[in-house]
Antibody
Framework: EVQLVESGGGLVQPGGSLRLSCAASGFTFSSYEMNWVRQAPGKGLEWVSYISSSGSTIYYADSVKGRFTISRDNAKNSLYLQMNSLRAEDTAVYYC????????????????WGQGTLVTVSS | SYVLTQPPSVSVAPGQTARITCGGNNIGSKSVHWYQQKPGQAPVLVVYDDSDRPSGIPERFSGSNSGNTATLTISRVEAGDEADYYCQVWDSSSDHGVVFGGGTKLTVL
């Protein structure tokens, strides 16, 4: 069964740091691009970051650029999100999601998604 | 950056057809993907590449895309279809890549 399981969420003070992890199983992790997507309470989905299968290409949303770092360890089938200088507006459920595509230069869609981990930034 | 516009809400009676739109500049030239999200759950892919269905998704879910509007159509709506629905594109013209619509709450009356 293809599965993604996030961990590492919790309560952190503004300005603090947190590292999220996403454990993948049931597929060849090293062959897939991965993403983090977040959802603030009562709000819609917001894409956060993308990493290519090898880790050589990385993108960030403007809202997190310079504060968040995405990485992966293909030997451990794991995806990470290091979050620094956290703000109240970073409070959200964070999902990891596998990107699927047909052609290398083509579109991507997300399937599956993990169950999410809640990050709360508050004093 | 590219913007996707969805109506905040759509209401439909059981057994009827629900149509949820996703507007974007020349969106017909892009591939559109749709996700269903029920309260407290992670999103689930229901349509990809405009009109393809993942395995396990009922044939009642279908998609189309032309001009400036993509549409998710749910036929013979059931109570269990009540959820938030999001469209998404991959914007290859920018480093941002991924764009989501604001989401549409489908209410089954």
């Amino acid at each position: 069964e293809v599965q993604l399981v996030e961990s590492g969420g919790g309560l952190v003070q503004p300005g603090g740091s947190l590292r999220l992890s996403c454990a993948a199983s049931g597929f060849t992790f090293s062959s897939y691009e991965m993403n983090w997507v977040r959802q603030a309470p009562g709000k819609g989905l917001e894409w956060v970051s993308y990493i290519s299968s090898s880790g050589s290409t990385i993108y960030y949303a403007d809202s997190v650029k310079g504060r968040f770092t995405i990485s992966r360890d293909n030997a451990k089938n794991s995806l990470y999100l290091q979050m620094n200088s956290l703000r109240a507006e970073d409070t959200a459920v964070y999902y990891c999601a596998r990107a699927n595509r047909i052609a290398a230069a083509g579109t991507r869609w997300f399937d599956p998604w993990g169950q999410g981990t809640l990050v709360t930034v508050s004093s | 950056s590219y913007v996707l516009t969805q109506p905040p809400s759509v209401s439909v009676a059981p057994g009827q057809t629900a149509r949820i739109t996703c507007g974007g500049n020349n969106i017909g030239s892009k591939s559109v993907h749709w996700y269903q999200q029920k309260p407290g759950q992670a999103p689930v892919l229901v349509v990809y590449d405009d009109s393809d269905r993942p395995s396990g998704i009922p044939e009642r879910f279908s998609g189309s895309n032309s001009g400036n509007t993509a549409t998710l159509t749910i036929s013979r709506v059931e109570a269990g279809d009540e959820a938030d629905y999001y469209c998404q594109v991959w914007d290859s013209s920018s480093d941002h890549g991924v764009v989501f619509g604001g989401g549409t709450k489908l209410t089954v009356l």
